[in-house]
């Protein structure tokens, strides 16, 4: 795979993903970390879907991309795809990703998630997950992919393609990086998408192009936004 632009991994806990123990041994493909073969038996049903294209991912096209974990409406599963994002603020391109995954959907906003629901253990990073902003009243389809992961109904609360980009934030929110998604990343969000956890981020993208400011103009704009919502 290129290096090219190359980021550092989402994974940034020595722990075993699934328990508090020390992460002993590792997944040979993704290096995903467990304590024992039962804690990695428990995860493989989620941890495969994802980690057995690891080793016919297609090359990082170029140093702005970085590897994120889409939810298609209409497969069967979750896979990778690389979303492009500007590498002097780390907008993303949401007109790429408006045209090439979410489609018709003309207003999206994220949801923010920064620990792991089950364990209630910081992750070292966090995950925006990236949604259709109007699922409740637009008529959108159960999404497939993202019920692969859960053995109860979603279509509730997740409609809709889904995109799970994962980034570094500072104090205001802001990001500051934006990482590769590897496998471990998919076990934790069938916990959050199943628990409906985290903090809400009311930023939401306009088929206009706001989505041009940079981090710190994003992260007021999200802040002005949930103000208003509340009034």
């Known amino acids: 795979m290129s290096s090219a632009g190359a980021s550092t991994s989402a994974t940034s806990y020595s722990a075993c993903l699934k328990c508090e123990k020390p992460g002993t041994k590792r997944c040979t493909r993704c290096s995903t970390q467990y304590c024992s073969d039962d804690c990695e038996a428990n995860d493989s049903n989620i941890h495969n879907i994802l980690c057995e294209s690891m080793s016919d991912r297609e090359d990082r096209p170029g140093a702005g991309f970085r590897r994120a974990v889409y939810f298609p409406v209409n497969e069967s599963a979750p896979r990778f795809v690389w979303v ?51 699922f409740k009243v637009n008529g ?38 934006v990482q590769d998604a590897n496998p471990d990343v998919l076990s934790i969000l069938a916990d959050i998408v199943h ?20 981090s710190r103009e994003m992260a007021f ?10 009034n």
């Open 195 to 214: 628990l409906k956890t985290g903090r809400v981020n009311t930023l939401t993208v306009f088929p206009f192009e706001i989505t041009q400011m940079g």
């Open 84 to 134: 492009p994002f500007n590498e002097e603020d780390w907008a993303m391109d949401n007109h790429y990703v408006r045209q090439n995954l979410f489609h018709d959907v003309e207003f999206f906003q994220y949801k923010t998630f920064d620990e792991n629901p089950i364990l209630k253990r910081r992750l070292g990073y966090s995950v925006f997950l990236w949604h259709d902003d109007e």
């Open 221 to 230: 704009f999200a802040s002005l936004m949930g103000n208003l919502r509340r």
């Open 140 to 177: 959108q389809p159960e999404n497939q992919a993202l019920q692969s992961v859960s053995k109860v109904d979603l279509s509730r609360h997740w409609r809709g393609p889904l995109l799970a980009v994962v980034v570094q934030v500072d104090e205001f929110g802001g990001v500051t990086d």
